[in-house]
């Protein structure tokens, strides 16, 4: 009876995943959706972050990466089980990384389409100086 619940379970959280592409706005900042940002620590110190992003590096200043360390820092500081949102310099990175976790494991994520570059420069969002 256990393994049939398990099984269902799974089931219906894959059938609800999804990725959904949108530009960033002043609602999804106000709203209480998690944004993540996946860029480098020298990208956060030049433009710095926006109100309440955490930030999370996946790829390094060379392109390298590594899933674990990105998904176990991801899931203490994000509730995975809601949706989030993604956001790097213009949305190339969140293009590859969203649909992925959405695929892979199963959570409703949002790629924040034209990344910082789109906030700060398109909409003059503010940004909040990082601390490391």
Known sequence: MKKIILLLTILAVSLFAEVRNSYITQEILNSNIPIVDVRTPPEWRETGLLKGAIPIMFFNQRGDYNVNAFLSELNKKVDTTKPFALICHTGSRTSMIA?????????????????????????????YPYKQ
């Not at 695929?103 to 389409?113: A, C, D, F, P, Q």
């Not at 990344?115 to 398109?122: F, I, L, P, V």
Request: glycine share 6%; charged share 25%.
């Open 99 to 127: 649909p992925w976790l959405s695929k892979e494991l199963h959570y409703n994520v949002i790629n924040l389409k034209g990344g910082m570059e789109y906030a700060t420069k398109s909409l003059k969002m503010k940004t």
